[in-house]
């Protein structure tokens, strides 16, 4: 499997065309084109031709190109993916989906359009359905067909459908979150966390971004470039931690330990699992050096 790192994401309009460009410059895993919240009704035909260029265009280096389309249930979303799918962005992603009956459609019209095989489906998890399927929906990660790679969380529609306050902590979701990145994890899939709306509060920002690196996030989405430098080094494995990971994968390959289940470094005990995590933790430090 391979382990590439979605620290920040960033959400542009894709009606914004200087946004787009400046992304190809920014330091961030990914972007996403949005197509989706972002874009008035009466741009959307615009921005969906606007994005289908600038995807073909190309330019996004080793950024993950995500294109947001419009919802299942919306006058935009076939017309969005044929506008789109051609193109071959990295990841389609789709919001509001609730079931797996959704996701299983959606890969059949890729299938009929003849899709490149190498497009992923991602899902916003962001109504109180998808949270109650949640396991359902990361089960088809193991279905070629649904091509399902990933979740993000929308907790701004997530907060409007359920009445819930996105209060600092997010103590009235938290349960949610955590079960998101259960089902996830539990079926091999990245899953993303949701957006900071209040961009001049940075302090309030960082927590947030602490708090998902803690609950298990691969990252977090964010809507402006001020947000990119600090959610980068939440996520990032710091350098005191490869060092250890370093350590503890070599520990293991000694002769001495070929044969042992825990050895001890630096006072603290370590297993063979921690050395499986201390590979995961290397990839990815590896992964953000070589940018
Ligand atoms: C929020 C904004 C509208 C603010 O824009 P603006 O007032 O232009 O900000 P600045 O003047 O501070 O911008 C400085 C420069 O940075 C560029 N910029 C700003 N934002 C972005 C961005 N997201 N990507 C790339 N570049 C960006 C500006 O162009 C300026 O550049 P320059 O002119 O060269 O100096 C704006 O930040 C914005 O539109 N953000 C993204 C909004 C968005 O995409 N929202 C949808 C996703 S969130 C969502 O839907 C969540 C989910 O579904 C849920 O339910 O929770
Ligand atoms: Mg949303």
């Avoid at 067909?145 to 969380?153: H, Q």
């Avoid at 825990?262 to 070589?290: F, N, S």
Wanted: proline share 6%; glycine share 8%; charged share 25%.
């Amino acid at each position: 499997m391979t382990i590439r790192p979605r620290r920040s994401v960033l959400y542009m309009p894709g009606s914004n065309p200087r946004a787009m460009e400046k992304a190809k410059t920014l330091p961030i895993d990914a972007v996403i084109l949005d197509l989706e919240d972002s874009v008035a009704p009466d741009a959307k035909g615009e921005a969906r031709k606007l994005v289908a260029e600038t995807v073909k265009a190309g330019g996004f280096g080793r950024r993950e190109v995500f294109v947001r389309v419009n919802g299942v249930d919306t006058p935009w979303f076939s017309d969005d993916l044929d506008a789109v799918v051609p193109a071959k962005p990295d990841v389609i992603l789709v919001p509001k989906v609730s079931s797996p009956d959704t996701l299983e459609m959606i890969g059949q019209r890729l299938l009929d359009m003849h899709a490149d095989s190498k497009i992923r489906i991602w899902i916003m998890i962001e109504t109180p359905l998808s949270i109650f399927n949640i396991q359902a929906l990361a089960a088809c990660a193991g279905d070629t067909e649904t091509r399902l790679g990933g979740f993000v969380m929308g907790t701004n529609d997530l907060a409007k459908e359920t009445r819930v306050r996105l209060v600092p902590g997010r103590a009235p979701m938290i349960g949610w979150l955590a079960t998101c990145v259960l089902a996830a994890h539990a079926y091999g899939l990245d899953i993303v966390d949701g957006v900071y709306n209040t961009l001049s509060d940075m302090e309030g920002f960082e927590r947030e971004c602490r708090e998902g690196r803690d609950l298990g996030f691969d990252g977090k989405t964010l809507i402006h470039p001020n947000q990119i430098a600090p959610c980068n080094a939440v996520f990032s494995p710091s350098a005191d931690e490869v060092a250890l990971a370093r350590k503890m994968i070599a520990a293991f390959e000694q002769p001495e330990n070929r044969g042992k289940g825990v050895v001890q470094i630096d006072g603290r005990m370590v297993e063979r699992l921690h050395a499986e995590m201390a590979q995961r933790t290397v990839a990815i430090a590896d992964a953000i050096g070589a940018e």
